[in-house]
């Protein structure tokens, strides 16, 4: 009942295998929209380029959604500041050396299916090795400019993900500043102020409509809310998953302790709000929220 996950605010390095594993929600996303198979698109990363319309603009669909793609057009510098943001370091130079080379290669074409397609197999031919890391950082960063245009669901999905694939614990202070993209969001849905919600960290819980329903977005947007009722069960797995080794176990105790709380409240805002409480006063110091 906490906030677990990973975004681009969090300027932090990724290892390549959680970049990679962070590809495959993008990867189910993209294929059903443009009708393609894992025949198709599965061998991307090893240089299998199938120069079919469906492939390519799936190719488009995965550049787009890591806001790679701007204005309709292929973003190299945008490319660029994924790469200083997330990659790990040993592979941020031969990335960038990779995109320097393939920059004009989507000046081509007009149609981004073609251009996403001929950039993607350019960066390949330039960096075989270091393909497959570079696809999914873009998805990585990006969450950090998702807008209010992108719905709740579709973003939750994309944090959840994002805190299965990188199953490494998290400190305090990475769990705060990752915070920040779902504050900004649940304050803009629900006309909620600093003053309201800035303290409930700090045990200010303000009985207002707006600011129990900020805590109920909170909830639903890290997938504890499942069937409009408080999960349990995904509590203690984000807990389990990403909670520093010396906060663990004193937060699933606190989750125990309030477990029968969301069941007082058929309403999902009123029952997020109460639960939020009770886990703050039975341990406020390892209390963490947006």
Request: hydrophobic share 40%; glycine share 4%.
């Amino acid at each position: 009942m906490v906030l677990m996950f990973l975004t681009g605010n969090n300027v932090l390095s990724l290892t390549r295998q959680q970049i990679k594993n962070s590809g495959k929600l993008l990867k189910k996303t993209c294929m059903p929209k443009n009708d393609v198979s894992e025949d198709q698109v599965g061998s991307i990363d090893q240089g299998n380029f199938i120069e079919e319309r469906n492939v390519m603009c799936y190719i488009a669909c995965v550049y787009s959604m890591g806001q790679v793609v701007k204005n309709n057009k292929i973003n190299h510098d945008a490319m660029i500041k994924q790469v200083d943001m997330m990659a790990p370091p040993e592979m941020k130079d031969p990335l960038k050396v990779a995109i320097a080379k393939c920059k004009g290669v989507a000046k081509k074409h007009k149609d981004i299916c073609d251009a996403s397609y001929w950039t993607a197999k350019c960066l390949y031919e330039a960096d075989p090795l270091n393909f497959r890391i570079r696809k999914w950082t873009v998805f990585i960063s990006s969450l950090n400019s998702f807008n209010t245009k992108m719905e709740q669901k579709d973003l939750s999905l994309l944090i959840l993900f994002i805190v299965i694939a990188c199953s490494d614990s998290m400190t305090r202070q990475q769990i705060k500043n990752a915070a920040k993209l779902i504050k900004k969001n649940c304050m803009g849905k629900n006309n909620v102020t600093e003053d309201l919600i800035g303290d409930i960290e700090k045990g200010k819980f303000i009985e207002e409509r707006s600011v129990m329903c900020y805590i109920a977005c909170v909830y639903q947007m890290t997938q504890i809310v499942k069937n409009n009722k408080i999960s349990y069960e995904a509590s203690i797995k984000q807990v389990q998953i990403n909670y520093p080794p010396e906060m663990k176990e004193a937060m699933l105790v606190s989750i125990e302790h309030c477990r029968s709380t969301p069941k007082k409240y058929k309403d999902i805002c009123e029952s997020a709000y109460w639960t939020a409480k009770c886990i703050y006063e039975d341990n406020p110091e390892n209390f963490l929220f947006a």
